[in-house]
């Protein structure tokens, strides 16, 4: 889907913002933040060229108008993955969930673009068929214990760096978990402008990408 220069280009920048903080945190200017450290390179990265350039790919906007149609927009609020090993928040190391709960309605797809290559012990895991379930219980951002539900697991372990999975926000995932390595990934999310907002989704907004015959 996208140019290898490009997603050459962006690891290499995102590398770069981590190691600078590393060198600060090392110096004793700022404490380890992982949290923190991600909204930063990422609010940094989201004003280069180079994201543009990914979010708006002609490639990726065509096979996306293959489910969403011909009115597409990519939402203005996404996701940095950037897992390391030294870092022990839960927060990133997410259990079975559904992206549903946590913001997204049913009417967009989720685009995962990864900027490494990953193993085992970092790659995302899916559900295959769990979409069609509907809204699957969650407590705390998670499955719902209580039910006692079981899905088949999928450890997507092959991707490659450029590689870019797109998924349905109502699909049970998780993350497999933590490695030696580091595993980068950026989830942005796009939808049909013709078709209904969560609450989430009109409050962070929209750039429109692609606008269809019957809207111009």
Same mark, same amino acid.
């Given at each position: 889907?996208?140019?290898?220069r490009?997603?050459?280009?962006?690891?290499?920048?995102?590398?770069?913002?981590?190691?600078?903080?590393?060198?600060?945190?090392?110096?004793?200017?700022?404490?380890? =933040?992982?949290?923190?450290?991600?909204?930063?390179?990422?609010?940094?990265?989201?004003k280069?060229?180079?994201?543009?350039k990914?979010?708006?790919?002609?490639?990726?906007?065509?096979?996306?108008?293959?489910?969403?149609?011909?009115?597409?927009?990519?939402?203005?609020?996404?996701?940095?993955?950037?897992?390391?090993?030294?870092?022990?928040?839960?927060?990133?190391?997410?259990?079975?969930?559904? =992206?549903?709960? !946590?913001?997204?309605s *049913?009417?967009?797809?989720?685009?995962? !673009?990864f900027?490494? =290559?990953?193993?085992?012990?970092?790659?995302l895991?899916?559900?295959?068929?769990?979409?069609?379930?509907g809204?699957?219980?969650?407590?705390n951002?998670?499955?719902?214990?209580?039910?006692n539900l079981?899905?088949?697991?999928?450890?997507?372990?092959?991707?490659?760096?450029?590689? *870019?999975?797109?998924?349905?926000?109502?699909?049970?995932?998780?993350?497999a978990?933590?490695?030696k390595?580091?595993?980068?990934?950026?989830? =942005?999310?796009y939808?049909?402008?013709? !078709?209904?907002?969560s609450?989430?989704?009109?409050? *962070?907004?929209y750039?429109?990408?692609?606008?269809?015959?019957?809207?111009?």
């Open positions: 889907i996208h140019e290898m490009l997603v050459k280009e962006a690891h290499d920048y995102m590398m770069d913002s981590y190691n600078k903080l590393k060198a600060k945190r090392k110096s004793g200017e700022i404490d380890f =933040d992982m949290q923190g450290w991600t909204f930063a390179i990422l609010a940094k990265y989201m280069t060229d180079v994201a543009e990914l979010q708006e790919s002609e490639k990726l906007i065509s096979e996306l108008k293959k489910y969403l149609g011909p009115d597409i927009c990519v939402l203005l609020n996404n996701c940095f993955y950037m897992k390391v090993p030294e870092d022990t928040d839960p927060v990133f190391q997410k259990p079975l969930h559904t =992206d549903a709960w !946590t913001g997204n *049913v009417n967009t797809l989720q685009v995962n !673009t900027f490494t =290559d990953v193993d085992e012990h970092n790659g895991i899916m559900c295959p068929g769990s979409h069609l379930l809204f699957v219980p969650s407590r951002r998670t499955v719902d214990p209580m039910y079981k899905f088949e697991e999928v450890n997507l372990k092959h991707l490659k760096q450029g590689d *870019v999975v797109v998924f349905h926000p109502l699909i049970v995932h998780a993350t978990g933590k490695s390595n580091i595993r980068i990934a950026i989830g =942005d999310r939808k049909s402008t013709e !078709t209904p907002f609450s989430q989704e009109r409050a *962070v907004g750039r429109a990408l692609s606008v269809g015959p019957l809207n111009q």
